[in-house]
């Protein structure tokens, strides 16, 4: 699976971007797709993912601003973010899970291991 984010960028506190995964590849072999990332000196962290069946997870930091959402027939993630804060600066990747053909999906949220990576997209917000 190769996965290629873009939409980040620069933008002011308050405001608001949109994040795009593009799957390609064994795309079946994806039982999650999560968006991490990673502020510097800041271990990486999961900050929403989302199962085949539609089960998602938003860390506590953004619950209620940021939405996640995937077409499954154009093989895209997306992160809607919103109410961005300077706290949200990071490079955001995009990762997917496969967990085999027993996995289900209602397991998405515990998982932290995934295998295939995207490059990442920066993310700045100003206060």
């Known amino acids: 699976v190769q996965l290629v984010e873009s939409g980040g960028g620069s933008v002011q506190a308050g405001g608001s971007l949109r994040l795009t995964c593009v799957a390609s590849?064994?795309?079946?072999?994806?039982?999650?797709m999560g968006w991490f990332r990673q502020a510097p000196g800041k271990e990486r962290e999961l900050v929403s993912s989302i199962g085949t069946d539609g089960t998602t997870y938003y860390a506590a930091s953004v619950k209620d601003r940021f939405t996640i959402s995937q077409d499954n027939a154009a093989n895209t993630l997306y992160l809607q973010m919103s109410s961005l804060q300077a706290e949200d600066t990071a490079m955001y990747s995009c990762?997917?899970?496969?967990?085999?053909?027993?996995?289900?999906?209602?397991?998405?949220?515990?998982?932290?291991?995934?295998?295939?990576w995207g490059q990442g997209t920066q993310v700045t917000v100003s206060s």
């Open positions: 990762a997917a899970y496969d967990g085999g053909p027993w996995f289900r999906s209602s397991r998405c949220p515990l998982i932290r291991s995934y295998q295939f």
């Open positions: 590849g064994d795309t079946h072999s994806r039982s999650c």
